[in-house]
Structure formats: C-alpha cells, structure tokens
C-alpha cells in the first residue's frame, strides 16, 4: 500500500473515531439528562400528593373528631390519593396512608370529642395521626437522596 493511502485511510479512521466517540458522548449526555429529569418530576409529583394527603387527612381528622359522618363522598378524595400513591410510593408509605385513612373512618364512627377530650389528647400526643405517614414519606425522599 502506498504511504498517501495509508496516510488517508488513518485519518479518515481518526475522523469517523472522533465522531463516533462525539456522538456517543452527547447522547449519553442527553440520555443521563432526561432521565434526571423524569426522576425529578416523580419526585415533584410525589411530594405534591403527599403534601395534598397531609391536608385533606388532617381536615378529615378534625372533622371526624367533633362530628359524625354525614355524607361518604368526603373520603373519596382521600382514598382516590392513596390510590395514585399505589402507583407512584413504596409499600411502606402506602400502608402508613392506609392506617392514616382507617383511623379517620373510626374516627367517624367514634362518639365526638369535648374540648377536654381533645386537650386531653393534644397533650398525651394522641392527635397526630399522620406521624407516621410523614416519618415514612421523610424515609422514602431520604432513600433518594432529596
């Protein structure tokens, strides 16, 4: 072979190299890239529903310590986000939810509460039913590194 052809097939060889390594370099990057991106929006929409979970299950809570239930529907809300959590969360965070939502129907199905019951209960730290929920929501982000 002569010395002009060797010389051109090595740097038509270096140039396709180059390219080749160009483009897998910027496609790993924009691969790396959307999948960050997708794990951060689960994210986001993770704590968006727990956030939603916390205040509907608290207004239920207080609702359900002083009142009986007089329509159903009311929970509706509430299972439907467990039930976009089924999805998206842990088993651990799904059953913390759970209990969170069986307790609130008992509660319902409970005699009211006076205002010494409820101070009672403030007091011996009996009111906050969606402790553990949020230890295992804080658990999970911890998990991922958020």
Known sequence: ?????????????????????SFAATWLTQRTQARIQAIT?????????????IKEAAKLYADALVHEISDVSKLVGLY?????????????????ADEVARMIV?????PNKTLPELEDMVNRGAIDVLQTFSEAAR????????
């Not at 002569?2 to 080749?20: D, K, M, N, R, Y």
């Open 1 to 21: 072979m002569e010395p002009a052809t060797i010389s051109a097939l090595a740097a038509l060889a270096g140039a396709t190299i180059g390219g080749v390594t």
């Open 41 to 53: 929006h689960k994210l986001s929409r993770r704590e968006e529903l727990y956030k939603a979970f």
């Open 139 to 146: 658990q999970e982000f911890r998990r991922l590194g958020v």
């Open 80 to 96: 439907a986000m467990i039930s976009e959590m089924r999805v998206l969360s842990p088993t651990k965070t799904i059953e913390s």
């Open 106 to 110: 008992n509660t319902y199905r409970s």
